[in-house]
């Protein structure tokens, strides 16, 4: 079946505009995660969402970044005023559900270039 | 605060050999340990999980290993394919924030024919 599949696959954009990053998870999975991985670094969590409950947004890093989730379908994550340092790789995951062996399953990314 | 480090950029090894990949943890607070592949241009691939409650668990060649009294875990692959050159993360996450996964920085294994 179909993965995770991410939008755009590369966008670059001006230090100061916004940006919006999507993510179609995997049918039937009702958590979605958003985390990024900067330059030479490993994955930093962002958010996650988990049906109908609130999100946990502990790893957003600054009230520039805000996602959404319609239902358990798609989920977008948005970027206010760019800065340089937001330059990294946006990487969703799904899984069928939050218990602690259900496995995430990635899409391939979305690389932001903030000129 | 990095809760999860991988102190090996890299690894070479030949073909057929060992290739051990190591991890070491800070939160004693984390209860269930990932280890995901990733190829360029892809997402991360989960590959092995480890509950802290055991101390070893085994998938064909991947083997990890979980040392709690030292915090420190390792992924073995025998023997080694030059398909397994990828980047290795390990991951680690707490009860009941089962979604937040802490990762590594990643180490490059490139296996030679």
């Known amino acids: 079946g179909a993965g995770v599949s991410q939008s755009p696959s590369n966008k670059v954009t001006e230090k100061g505009k916004d940006v919006e990053l999507r993510c179609d998870p995997i049918s039937g999975h009702t958590a979605l995660y958003w985390y990024r991985q900067r330059l030479g670094q490993g994955l930093e969590f962002l958010i996650y969402f988990q049906g109908n409950s609130a999100p946990d947004k502990s790893g957003l890093p600054s009230d520039r970044f805000s996602a959404e989730r319609t239902g358990e379908s798609v989920s977008t994550l948005t970027i206010q005023r760019t800065q340089q340092e937001d330059s990294a790789v946006y990487l969703c995951?799904?899984?069928?559900?939050?218990?602690?062996?259900?496995?995430?399953?990635f899409g391939p990314g979305t690389r932001l270039t903030v000129t | 605060d990095q809760q999860v480090k991988q102190n090996s950029p890299s690894l070479s090894v030949q073909e057929g050999r060992i290739s051990i990949l190591n991890c070491d943890y800070t939160n004693s607070m984390f209860d269930y340990f990932l280890w995901y592949k990733k190829y360029p241009a892809e997402g991360p691939t989960f590959l092995i999980s480890?509950?802290?409650?055991?101390d070893k668990n085994e998938d064909g060649r991947f083997t990890v290993f979980l040392n709690k009294s030292a915090k420190h875990l390792s992924l073995h692959i025998v023997p080694s394919q030059p398909g397994d050159s990828a980047v290795y993360f390990c991951?680690?996450?707490?009860?009941?924030?089962?979604?937040?996964?802490?990762f590594g920085q990643g180490t490059i294994l490139t296996v030679h024919p």
């Open positions: 995951a799904s899984s069928v559900g939050q218990g602690i062996s259900y496995e995430q399953y």
């Open positions: 480890i509950s802290s409650i055991k």
């Open positions: 991951a680690a996450r707490t009860s009941p924030s089962y979604g937040k996964l802490t």
